[in-house]
């Protein structure tokens, strides 16, 4: 949605600009170019290591963070109250989440990663 704006920004400097009575020469020629580059220059890698730093958590929790904040919660229970947000959290709901929502993103998945699911708690109950 941001990179919409950047573009109608640039947009609106180029119809516009004349008759706001925008500066048009030397280097201003090059504003409405910095305003449709910015979203790939900025916005772009800022995403993609928002997305890498996700997937890196969701791959050490084995897809247990919650889904509001996006908290660790693989060292509590199955279900209950993320102590970071405050909101609710049940791992197999969580799970499926993640896997509907983004999840897929997951590929390549490190050697030897296997997804929580609800058989691990019930193979190997906690102490």
């Given at each position: 949605?941001?990179?919409?704006?950047?573009?109608?920004?640039?947009?609106?400097?180029?119809?516009?600009?004349?008759?706001?009575?925008?500066?048009?020469?030397?280097?201003?020629?090059?504003?409405?170019?910095?305003?449709?580059?910015?979203?790939?220059?900025?916005?772009?890698?800022?995403?993609?290591?928002?997305?890498?730093?996700?997937?890196?958590?969701?791959?050490?929790?084995?897809?247990?963070?919650?889904?509001?904040?996006?908290?660790?919660?693989?060292?509590?229970?199955?279900?209950?109250?993320?102590?970071?947000?405050?909101?609710?959290?049940?791992?197999a709901?969580d799970?499926?989440?993640?896997?509907?929502?983004?999840?897929?993103?997951?590929?390549?998945?490190?050697?030897?990663?296997?997804?929580?699911?609800?058989?691990?708690?019930?193979e190997?109950?906690?102490?």
């Amino acid at each position: 949605m941001t990179a919409v704006g950047f573009a109608l920004a640039a947009l609106a400097w180029l119809v516009l600009g004349k008759r706001l009575g925008l500066p048009g020469g030397g280097a201003y020629r090059l504003v409405p170019i910095a305003l449709g580059l910015t979203p790939f220059v900025v916005l772009l890698p800022f995403w993609h290591w928002r997305v890498r730093r996700l997937r890196r958590a969701l791959f050490a929790s084995r897809f247990r963070l919650c889904t509001h904040c996006g908290y660790d919660v693989s060292t509590l229970s199955l279900a209950g109250t993320c102590p970071e947000c405050g909101q609710p959290y049940d791992a197999a709901r969580d799970v499926a989440i993640w896997a509907e929502q983004g999840a897929p993103y997951t590929e390549p998945r490190p050697p030897g990663f296997v997804p929580w699911s609800a058989s691990d708690e019930e193979e190997s109950p906690r102490p």
